[in-house]
């Protein structure tokens, strides 16, 4: 197309938008401007299915557009157009013959009989049909994410999260919330993840790291006399990925003075409330129901339990210890290891063949076999009946409430295998059989033990972050493992969409948790000689939580990953194929930074 020409047609003006177009319009003339989504050729007539970009306010607006062999000029440049053409249309809204009306569409009524036509922009094809089913690889789909971002499905995702952002920023601030933002350059916090370092040039040698979260300096706002901030952060973390973890991802963060956990907890239940009621058109419970860190592993396996599912983990290492079955008997008598059963409701319906599925799945994930027991009309059916006795099969069976028609899974093993394996099994068992109660299940995990040992690094480490205030500080020292925390998550669904806690506000305790951290007096200065330095001058108490919100919009979407919510996300190596970032940088930029590469890379 010549450029006289493309400026000439390149008017920005329309006088509708497709979402206006319907048969109250019958007889006018209107002007459209769009890309072609489909086009059919009739033989005596061209249609044309034009899509603009109210596209991004209501789905299936497209606009069927006919270009009659009657007006041979139109006709003629009809035949050229192609998927994704940018055009230009000036016609009459016409009724569309009897029989040809689509109901689906809001301008199913009626077509637009073309008077002139222009072809604003053309396309190649595509490197992949916009239809909604062609699966896409990863890869392809992301380096022209700007052309999957067409899909009006995806439209309204951004919609909706917009809204959402919208709906938080109108309710924090309705209860006092600031909004402030904090550096993105900066030092270290610490989340558990690995940090993105930014080499300095005017500091040759040194680094900013890219924030894991904004924490240290929402807790310095609270010592500005901040009483309520907030912010819709974007955080940084380099770790490993997954569908529901990005290198770069944006949180609701926020944070009060004078508050406690339960405060806390009713602002999120309450600003849920609000997103779920005005998007979702859902009424989730005024409060959520609460579990403590060591039911909820006790119970399902997980710090993160999916209660829409109603299986539990039911101990019976009790009742098994003295049986000949050596794979129950040696981990009941381990303080260490645990021996559960998995009650499955009708589960006696399983045929072998899904029984040797399942026993698949838990061997892949480590397990060394998947013990069970069928309660049928005809007896019980089981391979291990025969290596437990009588008294010991029927406390199981009384223990775990069975009846006719159900079936038992077993796990045996070192704890923490177990509650992982037979937890996964848990949430199979419960998509597969169909055995979820409720669309919607937030739950508070609270009580969460202070730290964790690292046996590989012979230390304790935070569970949450270093800065999360504990139950009792008199444990510290006297009991590390045994301290709980002043933390609590937010899980929903089984995914944790938010995590925070009441935090140290005195210096004296903040440097003993460093100390017990391993953290040396001259490391703890080196890296938060700035925190501890603030604690001293009149710190309130505080604490706050943080929400992911491309975890929470991808469950109201019901998406299956996150990318599917961020505009431009990467991939599982965290690289991003549309702008092959990250990309090597010209040697002269290392030289300015003070850097050299090592040979091998
Ligand atoms: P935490 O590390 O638990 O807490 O993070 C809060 C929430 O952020 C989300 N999230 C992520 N989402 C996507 N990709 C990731 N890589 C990722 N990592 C975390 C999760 C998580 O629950 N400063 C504290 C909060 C506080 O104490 O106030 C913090 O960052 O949904
Ligand atoms: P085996 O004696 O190894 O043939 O196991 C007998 C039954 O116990 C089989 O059904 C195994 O799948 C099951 N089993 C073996 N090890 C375990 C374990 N650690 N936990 C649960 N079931 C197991």
């Not at 992301?142 to 709906?167: G, S, V």
């Not at 290198?247 to 609000?274: A, G, W, Y």
Request: charged share 25%; net charge negative.
């Amino acid at each position: 197309m010549s450029i006289s020409k493309l400026k000439t047609e390149n008017s920005v003006f329309y006088t509708h938008r497709n979402n206006e177009i319907n048969e109250t319009l019958q007889g006018q003339v209107v002007t459209l401007k769009g890309w072609v989504s489909s086009y059919r050729d009739h033989g005596q007539v061209i249609f044309l299915d034009l899509r603009d970009t109210t596209e991004l306010n209501s789905l299936a607006t497209h606009i069927q557009i006919a270009c009659y062999a009657t007006q041979p000029n139109i006709f003629k440049l009809a035949k050229q157009i192609r998927h994704e053409y940018l055009i230009h249309v000036h016609g009459i809204v016409t009724l569309r013959p009897e029989g040809t009306e689509n109901p689906d569409i809001p301008s199913g009524q009626v077509e637009i009989v073309t008077h002139s036509l222009s072809i604003l922009n053309d396309s190649p094809p595509l490197p992949f049909p916009l239809d909604g089913h062609t699966i896409i690889h990863e890869f392809t789909a992301l380096r022209h994410r700007y052309l999957e971002l067409r899909k009006p499905d995806m439209h309204l995702r951004f919609i909706q999260r917009a809204h959402t952002y919208q709906l938080i920023r109108r309710y924090l601030e309705q209860h006092g919330f600031l909004e402030i933002e904090t550096p993105l350059l900066t030092s270290t916090t610490p989340e558990g993840a690995r940090d993105y370092l930014v080499p300095s040039r005017t500091h040759p040698g040194k680094y900013f790291a890219l924030p894991q979260s904004p924490q240290l300096f929402k807790q310095l706002l609270m010592m500005s006399g901040i009483g309520r901030y907030y912010q819709i952060a974007r955080c940084f973390r380099d770790e490993d990925l997954r569908a529901d973890r990005q290198p770069e991802f944006t949180q609701l963060d926020l944070e009060m003075s004078f508050v406690n956990e339960s405060n806390i907890r009713s602002i999120i239940e309450k600003l849920l409330h609000c997103l779920f009621a005005e998007i979702l058109n859902v009424q989730l419970p005024e409060s959520f129901p609460t579990i403590t860190y060591a039911d909820a592993i006790k119970y399902y396996g997980s710090d993160k339990p999916d209660l829409r599912i109603p299986l539990q983990l039911i101990d019976i290492a009790d009742l098994v210890k003295t049986a000949e079955f050596k794979v129950f008997s040696d981990p009941a008598q381990d303080p260490k290891a645990r021996v559960v059963a998995l009650k499955v409701p009708d589960g006696a319906k399983l045929s072998r063949r899904e029984i040797d599925d399942y026993t698949q799945y838990v061997i892949e994930k480590g397990a060394k076999g998947l013990a069970w027991l069928k309660i049928t009309a005809e007896g019980i059916q089981s391979p291990i009946e025969k290596f437990i006795s009588k008294d010991i099969l029927n406390n199981i069976l009384e223990r775990t409430h069975v009846k006719s028609g159900d079936l038992i899974f077993f796990g045996a093993g070192p704890a923490h295998q177990v509650e992982q394996i037979l937890g996964a099994l848990r949430i199979r068992l419960g998509h597969d059989l169909d055995l979820i109660t409720q669309p919607w299940a937030p739950v508070w995990v609270v009580d969460f033990p202070l730290l964790e040992w690292n046996a590989q690094e012979k230390r304790w480490q935070s569970l949450h972050h270093p800065f999360t205030a504990p139950q009792d500080p008199n444990q510290l020292e006297k009991n590390p493992g045994e301290c709980l925390a002043q933390a609590y998550d937010i899980v929903l669904n089984g995914v944790e969409i938010g995590g925070g806690s009441i935090r140290i506000h005195q210096n004296a305790i903040q440097t003993k948790v460093f100390e017990v951290l391993g953290i040396s007096k001259e490391d703890a200065q080196a890296k938060f000689g700035f925190l501890l330095e603030a604690l001293q001058f009149g710190c309130p108490p505080h604490g706050g939580i943080a929400l992911g919100l491309d975890r929470l919009v991808m469950l109201m979407l019901e998406t299956k990953s996150i990318r599917e919510v961020i505009a431009f996300p990467k991939t599982q190596t965290a690289h991003c194929p549309l702008t092959d970032a990250p990309s090597k940088v010209h040697p002269n930029r290392l030289k300015e930074l003070g850097l050299q590469l090592l040979e091998s890379r």
